[in-house]
């Protein structure tokens, strides 16, 4: 019962590889008549997830609520505790590391949250919130230089000098995420981890959001893992594309094979529910792939997670876990024992 | 005569810092039996407050003026007590977060027999008769027992299920429905719009669609009607002003939208800049500052909404010019 993702690329450009990764809560048992003393019970919240994330490319991770995508992207700095499996940061082991390395680490990988205005502090100004990182991670810059990068890094996404002395909440909700971004990019780190950075915006302002982190990108060669539930968004911005469902890895390979070619029933559902702005497309198209909601992570389906509610199932899907492998062309890695078999 | 028909609706909140701030100015739509009409727009375009006011449900400080007459009676001037006959019962809402529209202290079967009970005046058995038959027909697996849960217990999908239950209970001729997926998943959101498109198609009930997604509305409206800093801009059929938008934040809101058919690895194209906020526009066209076509006249004077092609555009630049833009989509 493994779902390692075959071996594990490790070419010299490797950023980020996670390996196994399983990130499991203890909750009290028994539901809506739980308490605290009540025996444990686990949430597998993620589970022997395998990935990696190369210099300057974009990882798209896509699944839906609940699925583990947001936990699993806290679980990558810290945020959320590693119940086993590894994540090297390249190439050393960050788990169990040295005070150190985590410092490190925690310089070089930053994160852009969902909600733009909860995420800053109400009673700082954006100067002071898009200095903090340069000061915890780079002491000792003076006072002079200091102001001179935050307003450059301000201007960078699109904001200015005027905005330096306001507050949080002066500002637009795709204002606050361009501070945001500012913040995640003042100490220069080399991998940006984007938890739904665009879901809360309007369509007009969610663009010029998803244009300004592909241009940062590109500029600073920057890699970005970038968490969404929108798969259009995805598509619009990575490279490589991650389809989470329950905790697990269904399907991991390029964007063009995953949206051009989608293998595994679970990415064919999904792409197939997203609605397209054409009333001729819309008014004519498929009933329903998808029938039901996520089962609970307290108690996953034997086997295939995503049996309960696939439109392939067969027996063999209860039996054993499949392993997220290359099974046919495209060469993406997909968990499902019905794809490659003729 | 239209089932609802709104005329210059109007809603302007009163501030006791500063001047008034309208929200909503000239919104004019009929929506006939029957028909699906979509109302799209930015946060703070207006589209939510143009149907709170229908129902009576403004803030205190707010005023609304113009009319809206459903059925031949003026909505805007009924007292509370016969607004109370037709809000519930004959023109129903959901709201886009069912988790803060249930009353979490209540089982779903309490909040749905009350709606009964009160327009029905049924009894508490035949209540729950009915609310039961009502989550059966939203395709919620094992009503009878799930109608004795709190609303915690079910997951965001169900409680827009439940939500759209309770929304039916007395059969509306309206269904209002505020962003009724924006809180859900993709695959939960495309059973919930077919829910819809199967209500409005085998009971005709008309809906109204508050949304700000394109693609929601392409699978259920007829009509729709974009916002703009509270005014409508362009309102046409769907498939004419999918196929051809006529003003160019319509065209700008469908080029921003990211597809699946996009050519791979094209940047987005954006609307620049940031709406205006409310009570901030200036006298020009509210849209001007961010518009790629604006002339001076633009900013000095506002667009007046005129007919065209069957439809009806607000903008001084004349729409053959602006057709020009229209997006091109992949077959």
């Known amino acids: ?342 | 005569m239209a089932l609802l028909e709104v005329s210059k609706l109007g809603v302007r909140f009163a501030r006791h810092d500063g001047g008034p701030v309208d929200a909503v100015q000239d919104v004019s739509f009929a929506l006939e039996s029957g028909r699906t009409l979509g109302i799209v727009g930015e946060s703070g375009s207006g589209k939510s407050q143009t149907v709170m006011a229908l129902l009576g449900l403004i803030a205190p400080n707010g005023t609304v003026t113009g009319e809206a007459s459903y059925r031949g009676e003026n909505l805007l001037h009924m007292r509370t007590r016969e607004l109370n006959r037709i809000r519930g019962e004959r023109i129903a809402m959901i709201f886009q977060d069912p988790m803060t529209s249930l009353n979490p202290f209540l089982t779903i079967e309490r909040q749905m027999t009350e709606t009964l009970q009160l327009h029905r005046q049924m009894s508490r058995r035949a209540a729950r008769m009915r609310a039961i038959e009502a989550l059966e027909s939203v395709r919620i697996p094992d009503a009878a027992r799930r109608i004795g849960m709190y609303p915690h217990e079910f997951s965001g999908g169900m409680r827009q299920r439940v939500m759209i239950a309770m929304a039916l209970l007395c059969e509306p001729d309206i269904l209002i429905a505020d962003e009724p997926t924006t809180a859900l998943d993709v695959t939960v959101q495309a059973q919930i719009i077919e829910l819809l498109r199967e209500l409005n198609r085998e009971r005709g009930t008309a809906i109204i669609l508050i949304t700000h997604d394109m693609g929601v509305v392409a699978g259920l409206c007829d009509d729709v009607m974009v916002m703009y800093a509270g005014r409508t801009v362009e309102q046409a059929s769907a498939r004419a002003l999918f196929a051809a938008p006529r003003h160019p934040y319509t065209v700008g809101l469908l080029n921003a939208l990211p597809r699946l058919t996009d050519a791979s690895d094209a940047p987005l194209r954006t609307i620049p800049g940031n709406p205006p906020l409310p009570g901030m526009a200036g006298a020009g066209c509210a849209f001007a500052p961010r518009c790629a076509y604006a002339l001076d006249l633009c900013r000095r004077e506002r667009p007046i909404l005129k007919e065209f092609e069957g439809g009806v555009r607000a903008c001084h630049k004349p729409a053959s010019e602006i057709a020009g833009l229209r997006v091109e989509v992949q077959a």
């Not at chain 1, 994330?53 to 995508?69: A, I, P, Q």
């Open chain 1, 1 to 342: 019962m493994t779902i390692s993702t075959s071996a594990p690329l490790r070419s010299d450009d490797t950023l980020l590889s996670v390996d196994d990764l399983t990130v499991h809560f203890s909750v009290p048992h028994g539901g809506r008549r739980a308490l605290p003393w009540s025996p444990k019970a686990t949430v597998r919240a993620v589970e022997r997830v395998s990935f990696d994330v190369r210099r300057g490319e974009t990882v798209g991770l896509v699944g839906e609520s609940g699925c583990g995508k947001s936990t699993l992207a806290r679980a990558l700095i810290g945020l959320a505790p590693v119940t086993s499996g590894s994540i090297r940061w390249r190439g050393a082991q960050t788990v169990q590391g040295a005070r150190r390395d985590v410092a490190q680490l925690r310089r070089d990988v930053q994160m852009i949250f969902q909600d733009p205005l909860a995420s800053l502090d109400p009673r700082m100004t954006i100067e002071q919130i898009v200095a903090e990182p340069l000061r915890t991670h780079r002491s000792g810059i003076g006072r002079a230089d200091l102001r001179a990068r935050v307003l450059a890094m301000l201007e960078r996404v699109g904001l200015n000098a005027y905005h330096l002395q306001r507050y949080p909440h002066e500002f637009s909700g795709g204002q606050c995420q361009r501070v945001g971004i500012a913040r995640a990019l003042i100490a220069e780190p080399q991998l940006v981890i984007c938890d739904e950075p665009v879901s809360a915006l309007d369509v007009s302002i969610q663009a010029q959001i998803v244009n300004l982190l592909r241009d940062l990108q590109r500029e600073l060669s920057l890699s970005l893992l970038f968490v969404a539930h929108d798969l259009a968004v995805v598509k619009a911005i990575s490279h490589r594309v991650l389809v989470m469902y329950l905790g697990r890895v269904m399907e991991f390979g390029a964007k063009q094979a995953v949206y051009g070619e989608p293998q595994h029933p679970y990415t064919r559902a999904l792409l197939a529910a997203v609605p397209t702005p054409d009333p001729a497309i819309e008014r004519t198209r498929e009933p329903v792939l998808l029938r039901g909601e996520l089962p609970s992570p307290l108690d996953p389906p034997s086997g295939c997670v995503f049996r309960t509610r696939c439109p392939q199932a067969v027996d063999a899907c209860a039996g054993e876990v499949p392993e997220a492998v290359v099974r046919a062309q495209p060469a993406s890695r997909v968990a499902c024992i019905r794809v490659g078999v003729s």
